[in-house]
């Protein structure tokens, strides 16, 4: 379909360099559209892909939370017992206390469990369900799609792009081919908005098929591979080595193999209700991936959590 499009679209400018250009601005747009998704489009639903829109969203700009996100969850841990490297392997619900065994052998009850493992184990099957998973259960899990981005990040003794971008929070870059158009499509400046702060921080994403090429590529080589771009970008700027780098590996995370969920071919925005279901009221799930509203963000995981929270306030009474 896409190569349709971009063919219906090159007849319709003769131009050779002009088509060359506009064939490149079109492959942004893809490429945009891959790292929203988490995926190439190809495996994502053309009629759902952008359901969540069709329900109230959050106004105003978004925000950098510029120390992370380690103070919100130190502080909803707060005088809570968290057990940190304990893994989960099973979860027996087939009486009404629920039984969770851990990697180690440990096995915990309780009266209602909520799981929040992420969309990508439940698909590999990572815990254990006795019973199994009900069958629309199941089908709700293997119609999501568990996406993908990489992010790399780069800190810089100078702002050396804040001129040229006129102090915008971001900027785009245009890629070569629709074979990179995956490769940081798209810069975001990070940097702390403190008068004293002369350091600059970028961070970038890679997606689609880009990713084969990161997988392939060390984390120093892939890190030096975006300062030739940004001297490419910026020729008038003296653009410094960078003073640190950060690349996620998400995808080989075993705890994690994924980013954030998408509507695959096939599916529908119903099999986010259908994965936040409680089965028995007993065993409830939560995550981004079982908000509707707000699928692939961390405002939709917190407040799946919420949620469930207060369904289990509700069946306890």
């Known amino acids: 379909m896409l190569e349709k499009a971009k063919r219906a679209f090159s007849d319709m400018i003769p131009n050779g360099d002009l088509q060359k250009d506009q064939d490149r601005l079109l492959d942004f747009h893809y490429g945009n559209l891959e790292y929203s998704c988490g995926a190439t489009l190809d495996q994502v639903s053309a009629m759902y892909w952008d359901q969540n829109d069709h329900f109230p969203q959050f106004l105003g ?82 119609q999501l799609g568990a996406g993908l981005i990489e992010k790399v990040a780069l800190r810089f003794p100078t702002r050396f792009w804040s001129s040229k971008v006129n102090g915008g929070d971001f900027f785009g870059h245009i890629p070569t081919g629709s074979e990179v158009r995956g490769m940081c499509g798209v810069f975001y400046d990070l940097s702390a908005r403190t008068e004293d702060n002369q ?38 700027e003296s653009v410094p080595e960078p003073v640190d780098y950060f690349v996620s590996n998400w995808g080989n995370d075993p705890w994690a193999g994924m980013s954030y969920s998408y509507v695959a071919a096939g599916g529908s925005g119903l099999d986010y209700d259908r ?3 409680p089965v028995l009221n007993r065993l409830l799930f939560a995550g981004e991936a079982t908000n509707r509203q707000h699928p692939q963000t961390v405002t939709g995981a917190f407040l799946s959590g919420v949620r469930e929270a207060t369904r289990v306030a509700d069946m306890a009474l």
């Open 61 to 142: 700009d978004h925000t950098v939370m510029v120390d992370g996100f380690s103070p919100v969850l130190q502080r909803l841990a707060e005088k809570l017992d968290i057990q940190l490297d304990t893994a989960v392997s099973a979860i027996d619900y087939t009486e009404e206390v629920v039984k969770v065994t851990t990697a180690g052998g440990d096995v915990l009850t309780a009266d209602f469990v909520i799981v929040t493992a992420p969309l990508s184990l439940l698909k590999r099957g990572v815990i254990s369900f006795e019973p199994p998973l009900p069958e629309w259960k199941q089908e709700a899990i293997q």
């Open 199 to 236: 350091e600059g921080v970028l961070m970038t994403i890679v997606s689609g098929k880009s990713l084969d090429v990161k997988n392939r590529t060390s984390d120093a080589d892939l890190a030096a591979s975006v300062v030739s771009l940004l001297r490419a970008m910026f020729p008038e």
């Open 275 to 277: 994965l936040a279901q």
